[in-house]
């Protein structure tokens, strides 16, 4: 049978077959293609045990690169000065070392004094408690529970096996905090390293780019940098805010451990979107213990500040530093706290504000072009 002019140039431009092989044996095999998957989800889980054995330095050194990217505009501001980096670093180190050890050396007694003194006054404190007007009312409402509630709890403290119990979580917690002391240790070290070879570590990345995206990643980069600098500082401010705040209201309206109450609200109002609300809450308990007056001063006082901080104070402090919606907002601090728990909640919303500068940034102007 003839062929027409296109079938024999379809022909002409078929690769040769090798003599005595068929043109099916050259297709991948199933045990080949079965084989292959089996080889990489192998791989894909050894490589999530290494990472899930090693997550303790994985932690300390993905914390350390935060904190030295947050460290980073003070350097700049004192290369501004004249200082060369090295000298910048080792100033910006020795004054973090001065301040956190004054810090301690004065808050470590206090804490353990103003603690207990706070646990021997507590008994005594509940007692006054249940004496309130108030108190017995609410009891009168609920039918005697919540003394009934109270009296268990205080009969629970002074049994031995719960004494034993407690008296193994504070070693627990002692061991706790030593480690937790040893990787904050090892944490600045890598920050200092970090903080000082920065500008090595992103010509490195920046060399691993193509040179045809270099220049929008070394753009890119740079801003989420930024931000995370800003960021850090801009929590710093706030939680300071919310520490002098709380001090000078609880010592006006006299509840007791108004200094050490104050020192906890610092810390936890680094955590993101929850961290006024906990605050508040732990507040106005304290304040209850001492009065129902004082509980209620308390509590407007503070639901009063918060609408403050989310509509004035916290816009103009972090300023441009993440614009990131509402949102996006809740739904990564929820995520990053489920699972780094509070650092996880620190870091998630620059890392959100870098995920959606990056889709805004590459995704959405392809997508126009497309």
Not at 78 to 94: E, K, N, T, Y
Not at 204 to 220: E, H, K, Q
Not at 326 to 352: F, H, K, Q, R, Y
Request: charged residues 10%.
């Amino acid at each position: 049978m003839a062929l027409d002019g296109s079938a024999r140039g379809r022909l002409d431009e078929a690769p040769p077959i090798a003599p005595g092989v068929h043109p099916a044996s050259r297709r991948p095999s199933l045990f080949g293609i079965g084989l292959r998957v089996t080889l990489g989800i192998l791989t894909a889980l050894v490589l999530a045990s290494v990472v899930a054995s090693l997550r303790g330095v994985v932690f300390s050194v993905c914390a350390a690169l935060f904190l030295a990217l947050g460290l980073n505009p003070l350097v700049r501001v004192l290369r501004r000065a004249g200082l060369p980096r090295l000298r910048a670093v080792g100033v910006i180190g020795i004054a973090v070392a001065v301040v956190l050890a004054g810090v301690l050396s004065f808050l470590v007694p206090f804490v353990v004094t103003q603690a207990t003194a706070f646990l021997r006054a507590l008994p005594d404190t509940a007692r006054g408690l249940s004496d309130e007007e108030w108190f017995q009312g609410v009891d009168a409402l609920t039918g005697g529970a919540v003394s009934e509630v109270l009296r268990t709890a205080g009969e629970a403290l002074t049994r031995p096996d719960v004494l034993t119990g407690i008296a193994g979580g504070v070693v627990d917690v002692g061991a706790g905090i030593a480690g937790f002391f040893s990787s904050v240790i090892l944490i600045a070290i890598l920050t200092l390293y970090f903080l000082a070879g920065l500008p090595r570590i992103k010509r490195g990345f920046y060399a691993l780019v193509p040179a045809s995206r270099r220049r929008t990643t070394i753009a890119l980069t740079e801003r989420i940098a930024d931000s995370v600098g800003k960021y850090l500082s801009g929590m710093v401010v706030l939680a300071l805010l919310n520490a002098v705040f709380s001090f000078v209201l609880l010592t006006v309206t006299g509840v007791p451990f108004a200094a050490l109450i104050s020192v906890a609200a610092f810390f936890v109002t680094l955590i993101p979107l929850i961290g006024t609300i906990l605050t508040t809450v732990v507040m106005t308990l304290a304040a209850l213990l001492d009065s129902l007056a004082a509980g209620v001063v308390v509590l407007v006082a503070m639901l009063v500040y918060m609408q403050l901080e989310a509509y004035v104070l916290t816009p103009r402090v972090m300023s441009k530093a993440v614009q990131v919606p509402g949102a996006w907002v809740l739904i990564a601090a929820t995520a990053g706290g489920s699972l780094l728990g509070l650092p996880g909640a620190l870091v998630a919303i620059p890392v959100a504000a870098a995920c959606l500068l990056l889709v805004n940034q590459l995704i959405v102007p392809l997508r126009q072009v497309q």
